[in-house]
């Protein structure tokens, strides 16, 4: 069976062109962690990631110890994705956070629907086996519905996205829309290339703002 690669099936949401787009997201499945800090110094961030990607490859992993949960099918797991926001809540891509320890985060990671909580439980036994100084009570399961929202790709460092914000912001005004931006809809970032392993020129992001009617 041909393995599910979600940016490939669903490429409305995670290959938009660099002219922005308005998307409907669906509501979907994901693994997420929260914290704060500084993405690039933060520990915090980095054992995010770690448990991110332990559950995800564990629960993907699950045919060979044999915990495949009903419904597995073959897939790739799909790309991190973060929703940020700062302490004071100026974050609206009007100026340059320049104290990224300010940043408060949620990072995630897709899911199968096959994934259920009795699915996750399992992948978090499993994975505190090999990896006890995880602490995998950070992590959740959560079916999530973005909803209506603008979206661009950003080609570039991550630090040079303000520009490609804007662009995106003139787009969401002139298409009679206004950002909505709040506690609960986030900037939303996709990370679709491997940051040690691409030229920071050459990193595509994608960026979404959720939207609503003026």
């Given at each position: 069976?041909?393995?599910?690669?979600?940016?490939?099936?669903?490429?409305?949401?995670y290959q938009p062109k660099t002219k922005p787009s308005i998307v409907t997201v669906p509501n979907m499945r994901f693994?997420?962690?929260?914290?704060?800090?500084?993405?690039?110094?933060?520990?915090?961030?980095?054992?995010?990631?770690?448990?991110?990607?332990?559950?995800?490859?564990?629960?993907?992993?699950?045919?060979?110890?044999n915990t495949q949960p009903e419904g597995y099918y073959e897939y790739v797991i799909p790309p991190l994705e973060g929703?940020?926001?700062?302490?004071?809540?100026?974050?609206?891509?009007?100026?340059?956070?320049?104290?990224?320890?300010?940043?408060?985060?949620?990072?995630?990671?897709?899911?199968?629907?096959f994934v259920t909580q009795e699915v996750f439980e399992v992948a978090k036994e499993v994975l505190h086996k090999k990896?006890?100084?995880?602490?995998?009570?950070?992590?959740?399961?959560?079916?999530?519905?973005?909803?209506?929202?603008?979206?661009?790709?950003?080609?570039?460092?991550?630090?040079?996205?303000?520009?490609?914000?804007?662009?995106?912001?003139?787009?969401?005004?002139?298409?009679?829309?206004?950002?909505?931006?709040?506690?609960?809809?986030?900037?939303?970032?996709?990370?679709?290339?491997?940051?040690?392993?691409?030229?920071?020129?050459?990193?595509?992001?994608?960026?979404?703002?959720?939207?609503?009617?003026?």
């Open positions: 069976m041909e393995k599910i690669d979600f940016k490939k099936k669903y490429k409305d949401l693994i997420m962690v929260d914290g704060i800090g500084d993405p690039n110094t933060s520990e915090d961030y980095r054992n995010a990631c770690q448990i991110l990607y332990g559950l995800s490859y564990t629960i993907k992993m699950s045919k060979m110890n929703l940020w926001s700062v302490d004071d809540d100026s974050f609206r891509g009007q100026k340059k956070i320049e104290n990224k320890d300010k940043f408060i985060w949620t990072i995630m990671i897709r899911q199968p629907e990896k006890p100084n995880l602490n995998l009570d950070l992590a959740r399961l959560v079916d999530w519905e973005e909803g209506l929202c603008a979206q661009i790709m950003h080609i570039g460092p991550y630090d040079d996205e303000l520009d490609t914000i804007q662009i995106l912001n003139a787009f969401i005004k002139d298409s009679g829309y206004q950002p909505d931006i709040s506690v609960l809809r986030k900037h939303h970032e996709i990370y679709l290339s491997d940051p040690r392993k691409t030229d920071p020129k050459k990193l595509k992001t994608v960026i979404r703002h959720p939207i609503k009617p003026i």
